[in-house]
């Protein structure tokens, strides 16, 4: 069983702009559509668990729904799925180890967790097994932070470091027990 996190984030570590900005993340062009790992991550994982607001963004986005994997949504005010996503996203509430016991019960155990407050949740209660953290080159100044403050320190030990078009930074860690 394994918790991942894949996130692309600024130099000054937010993961979006103060208004829920995302424009920033595709600032470097990428003539090679490079997936930067994401086509892996999502063969290594069961599911995804997001939170609202991260759903609400892949909802805005005026796509068709881009996931073959199940997405667990963990909301405490949303209260139903839209019609067409029924059988695909399940919203859960409660605490992060619950939350994973439920879902490890259906029978997803590598999940990607996606989301800012989620992750922080997630990281707070020591449930982060691998970060995977692409570094865009801007100083944002102002945001949605990927970190908040941690009950205990967490160490990782560095896996790998990638660098895309001589500008873009993915690091990966895993989490030393």
């Known amino acids: 069983m394994k918790n991942i996190v894949f996130l692309g984030k600024s130099i000054d570590n937010y993961i979006a702009g103060k208004n829920g900005e995302l424009d920033w993340l595709d600032m470097i062009p990428n003539p090679d559509q490079l997936d930067m790992g994401y086509n892996d991550l999502m063969n290594?994982?069961?599911?995804?668990?997001?939170?609202?607001?991260?759903?609400?963004?892949v909802l805005g986005f005026d796509i068709d729904w881009p996931y073959q994997k199940h997405v667990f949504v963990l909301s405490r005010s949303?209260?139903?799925?839209?019609?067409?996503?029924?059988?695909?996203?399940?919203?859960?509430?409660?605490?992060?180890?619950?939350?994973?016991?439920?879902?490890?019960?259906?029978?997803?155990?590598?999940?990607?967790?996606?989301g800012?407050?989620?992750?922080?949740?997630?990281?707070?209660?020591?449930?982060?097994?691998?970060?995977?953290l692409t570094t865009i080159p801007i100083v944002l100044g102002d945001g949605i932070r990927l970190?908040?403050?941690?009950?205990?320190?967490?160490?990782?030990?560095?896996?790998?470091?990638?660098?895309?078009?001589?500008?873009?930074?993915?690091?990966?860690?895993?989490r030393k027990r």
Not at 157 to 164: D, I, N, P
Request: proline residues 2%; hydrophobic residues 35%.
């Open 44 to 57: 290594e994982v069961d599911a995804i668990v997001m939170g609202k607001t991260s759903f609400e963004t």
């Open 116 to 132: 800012g407050k989620v992750v922080q949740n997630f990281l707070k209660q020591d449930l982060i097994d691998e970060l995977r």
């Open 78 to 114: 949303l209260k139903e799925i839209p019609e067409q996503l029924r059988g695909k996203v399940t919203l859960l509430y409660g605490d992060e180890k619950d939350i994973l016991k439920t879902i490890h019960q259906k029978g997803y155990l590598n999940l990607y967790i996606d």
């Open 147 to 174: 970190f908040d403050v941690l009950p205990k320190r967490l160490e990782f030990e560095h896996v790998k470091t990638e660098v895309f078009y001589n500008q873009i930074v993915q690091s990966c860690y895993k």
